[in-house]
């Protein structure tokens, strides 16, 4: 089967990705790793994903479903995928829709985790990070001593893109980006809407009910 997962920022999309790879046996495809590989082995595609990434700029669309058509086009995704982090818009999908049929490929579901705005702020405001990479979350995983990190004894900071103006910008963007990608799969019958509000356990067996469906 071959996936597209949606989620906003919070969502618990990375956890979920996980799990429906171990237990499907797709490949996880997130869209920034095939990036960063490209570069790192000074690919054709990679060199010029480099100039834009270096400039600070997005890498165009055009160039983004080459370096995802070139992917997808190898031996190990036979037996299923899973995209995570393309597409974003519905362009994306669009370009996207053109190369599969050239690769005998079609997009199965379309996993849409949804998750109300002030469960998400309150997942991304609570988290707490030290300078030696390790992070926390004031209610679901506090260091021992409030503000104190437990492995290196640091200062924990709160970053900017975490404190409630930014995370309610970020949602905004991933809205305004994806409900209209949402409402195109929807058109394409596709979609499964699954609550992410839930306990990680309790969206997984959602998740899979949709999938075992298939």
């Known amino acids: 089967m ?6 906003p920022p919070g969502s618990g999309k990375g956890t979920q990705a996980k799990m429906i790879a171990d237990k499907y046996g797709v490949v996880h495809i997130s869209t920034g790793d095939i990036l960063r590989e490209n570069v790192r082995n000074n690919t054709d595609l990679g ?11 997005l890498v165009p669309d055009d160039l983004l479903i080459s370096i995802i058509k070139d992917r ?6 036979a037996g299923g995928y899973m995209l995570d982090g393309y597409p974003r818009t519905t362009p994306q999908a669009e370009a996207m829709d053109k190369i599969l049929p050239e690769l ?5 579901v379309v996993i849409n985790i949804d998750v109300p ?6 997942r991304l405001s609570g ?12 209610e679901f995983n506090p260091p021992k001593k409030e503000g104190v990190c ?12 975490d404190k409630e103006k930014a995370i309610l910008n970020r949602l905004e963007v ?6 209209p990608l949402i409402d195109y799969y929807n058109k394409a019958g596709i979609i499964a809407d699954i609550n992410g509000a839930g306990q990680i356990g309790e969206i997984f067996e959602e998740i899979s009910t949709a999938l075992d469906k298939l």
Not at 47 to 57: N, P, T
Not at 127 to 138: A, P, T
């Open 104 to 108: 005998g490929q079609e997009i199965n």
């Open 174 to 179: 991933y809205k305004t980006q994806t409900q």
């Open 127 to 138: 988290r707490r990070m030290c300078k030696c990479g390790v992070s926390y979350h004031l």
């Open 150 to 161: 437990d492995v290196c004894g640091g200062e924990l900071y709160h970053r900017d893109d």
């Open 2 to 7: 071959n996936i597209v997962l949606l989620g």
């Open 117 to 122: 705005d002030d469960e998400l702020v309150k």
């Open 72 to 77: 997808l086009s190898k031996p190990d995704v």
């Open 47 to 57: 060199k010029e994903a480099k100039k834009y990434m270096d400039a600070g700029q």
